[in-house]
């Protein structure tokens, strides 16, 4: 069951706007996030209490999902307006390849921040590379999100078959969290942003480890073309021994090609005149940088995004 959190600005009360111009119409922004506990649902809420204080007539509501893949569906349905998305999803749902049955109507506001590819063992596990969980129960994250396109297509580049070489499962991060540590699953997969709730919360629970995944961005950009990068998780992020290589992804920020152009013009501006009220929600908000925001290919920019970004070339 998707639950979602109504975000309504007291300001909203009022029904004139500040120039007195004339009434006020209020318009439903839903933002489609991730797990609850999860950097998108965080950072969604964010952009939710930015929007209803700074956007007249703004209805922000955030809803839980299983992330990337189910975000852009419920983007191109017209049943959300704002979602995010892992790049290498959102190339999918672009040139309509599956999961998707056909080319979405999806474009971008803006390139936030770097996903980090999360494969978490216990720390006394005999896995100790990709290849080792061969025979192995692993959740690959839940059913359409952008950790199981991840996960899938990394074992599949390191020579396994997702369907008959692992005891896959597919769960949310929370749910995973507690199998592992009750010892149901040898491993789990996830692809999120720096730091991780869960994975804090779940290393204080538990001695853990997180496995390599060097070299596997070549091999990965070479069958998928897609946007892979090898990348190193601190070790004092989650009370490591030692810095981890793994696998990054960009992360977009998401609308139907039909939005007007104002109201994307006016939420992507809100993400950089707001970014401080936004980190407050989420610390990944001070990753936006204007030079990497217009950086969303394949996936072009919304003319409404594309203004602002002219109108502030050269700023900061």
Known sequence: MRWVIVLVAAALLSTVSGCGSGPVRPWHLVIA??????????????????????????????????????????????????????????????????PFTKQ???????????????????????????????????????????????????????????????????????????????????????SGGLPIPQIVELAKQMPIRLVELAGYAAPLRKKYQAFYEEQSILASTYGLDGPVQTIGVPNYLVVNASMPDDRAYALTRLLFTRRDELAAAHPAALYLDRRSAVSTYP??????????????????
């Open 33 to 98: 996030a991730g797990g609850r506990k999860a950097v998108y649902y965080a950072y969604g809420q964010g952009i939710a209490r930015a929007a209803a204080t700074h956007l007249p007539g703004a209805r922000p509501e955030v809803l839980a999902t299983a992330a990337s893949v189910e975000n852009l569906r419920l983007v191109a349905s017209g049943r959300a307006d704002v979602a995010f998305t892992l790049a290498d999803s959102a190339e999918l749902a672009f040139e309509g390849r599956p």
């Open 104 to 190: 979405e109507p999806v474009v971008a506001l803006a390139r936030l921040y770097e996903n980090y590819t999360y494969l978490v063992v216990a720390a006394d596990s005999g896995i100790r590379k990709l290849t080792d969980l061969r025979g192995q129960r692993v959740s690959l994250g839940a059913d359409g999100s952008g950790t199981e396109l991840i996960a899938t297509r990394l074992l599949t580049v390191a020579g396994l078959d997702p369907g008959r070489d692992v005891r896959a499962s597919r769960t949310q991060l929370a749910d995973a969290a507690a199998a592992l540590r009750a010892g149901r699953i040898d491993a789990l997969f996830f």
């Open 299 to 316: 996936l072009p920019l919304h003319p409404g995004a594309i203004r602002y970004y002219r109108e502030t070339k050269g700023e900061g």
